[in-house]
């Protein structure tokens, strides 16, 4: 389902998902429309604008969420810098999409969501926590947390960051996915993080995936 205040936006992503065999886009809807019609539709996946002049995202984002059964929400942005990205990834968002993403692109990131990973642009993750003074605690001490996971740890987590599903994690990496299940777990307990999202921005802003197996804080 497209949530988006501009008809055009919601025409143009329904035209680009529907020609993928594996995806059904059931509704679109504006921000007023939008609880009513998940309640209605009860759609896997929702694709939601952030900024809305009728009901604004995070609005709706809040009360999806609070449903019985949510469907995974990634918000939609025009800005790389979007600073109500940060708090809707906080409010249990799945991720993030730029507007301008290549319509190539959109179907395997539908499919990424509805698989359980986390969609997010690396460009735009590290503008989301340059834009948000205080939103994060210091590199220092992310790096701090980082260093506490095992190596079999921070390699989970940096395919997490890569956006994989626990399956799909554990087919690149020769594990169940009920073993990557308890990894990520432990991820975030000891990164102090409440989702999956929160732990790939940690990860991104802590230089673990710049440095590949480096060992934040190691100096190398």
């Known amino acids: 389902m497209v949530v988006d205040d501009e008809a055009l936006v919601r025409s143009g992503f329904r035209l680009i998902l529907s020609t993928a065999d594996d995806i059904e886009v059931v509704a679109t809807a504006t921000g007023a429309e939008a609880v009513d019609m998940v309640k209605r539709e009860a759609p ?3 694709l939601l604008d952030i900024r809305m002049p009728d009901v ?16 995974v929400v990634a918000m939609l942005t025009t800005f790389d810098a979007d600073e109500y990205v940060l708090t809707a990834l906080r ?6 999409l730029l507007k301008d993403t290549e319509p190539e692109q959109l179907a395997p990131l539908v499919r990424t969501l ?33 260093g506490r996971l095992t190596d079999r740890e921070r390699e989970v987590l940096a395919l997490v960051a ?7 994690i554990g087919s690149r ?6 073993t990557v299940k308890d990894h990520v777990s432990a991820i ?14 940690l990860a991104r802003r ?14 190398r």
């Open 44 to 46: 896997d996946i929702v």
């Open 56 to 71: 604004d995202g995070l609005t709706v984002l809040r009360e999806v969420r609070a449903l019985p059964e949510p469907p």
């Open 206 to 219: 802590a230089g673990l995936l710049d440095g590949g197996s480096q060992r934040p804080g190691s100096g």
């Open 114 to 146: 509805a698989a359980g990973g986390v969609v997010m642009s690396p460009k735009a993750s590290r503008a989301v926590w340059q834009s948000h003074p205080g939103a994060a605690t210091t590199v220092d001490e992310e790096a701090a947390r980082v």
């Open 173 to 178: 990496i020769h594990l169940s996915a009920g």
């Open 162 to 168: 890569e956006g994989l599903s626990n399956a799909d």
């Open 188 to 201: 975030l307990t000891k990164l102090r993080v409440g989702s999956r999202v929160q732990a790939a921005l």
């Open 91 to 96: 409010s249990g968002a799945a991720g993030f």
